[in-house]
Nanobody, 120 residues
Framework: QVQLVESGGGLVQAGDSLRVSCAAS????VGWFRQAPGKEREFVAG????????YYGESVKGRFTISRDNAKNTVYLQMNSLKPEDTAAYYC?????????????????WGQGTQVTVSS
């Protein structure tokens, strides 16, 4: 059984940085998704178990960085140059896959989410 616990969300201003974390048990690929009220869940970033392969959604490329520390069983999402449109609940998800997928349907395990709010 894979357990996922997100932390690090909060309220920041536009242009600020924030790092959210996901405590992830299991030898899995991990993805970050986000969902704003009334919108579909959106792929943000994904990382393979080895950390060698990383993928990003178009809206966050160049601003967000995903990384992991397997010794700490933790995956990080560093978010820079935050915009009000980044406001959403952020979820980490895990799958026993070599390559992280970009669709929510490719993940079997989900965390409870952490709220990120960016004020203008």
């Amino acid at each position: 059984q894979v357990q996922l616990v997100e932390s690090g969300g909060g309220l920041v201003q536009a242009g600020d940085s924030l790092r959210v974390s996901c405590a992830a048990s299991g030898r899995t690929s991990v993805g970050w998704f986000r969902q704003a009220p009334g919108k579909e869940r959106e792929f943000v970033a994904g990382i393979s178990w080895s950390g060698v392969s990383t993928y990003y959604g178009e809206s966050v490329k160049g601003r967000f960085t995903i990384s992991r520390d397997n010794a700490k069983n933790t995956v990080y999402l560093q978010m820079n140059s935050l915009k009000p449109e980044d406001t959403a609940a952020y979820y980490c998800a895990a799958a026993f896959a070599v390559v992280p997928g970009t669709s929510p349907h490719e993940y079997d395990y989900w965390g409870q989410g952490t709220q990120v709010t960016v004020s203008s």
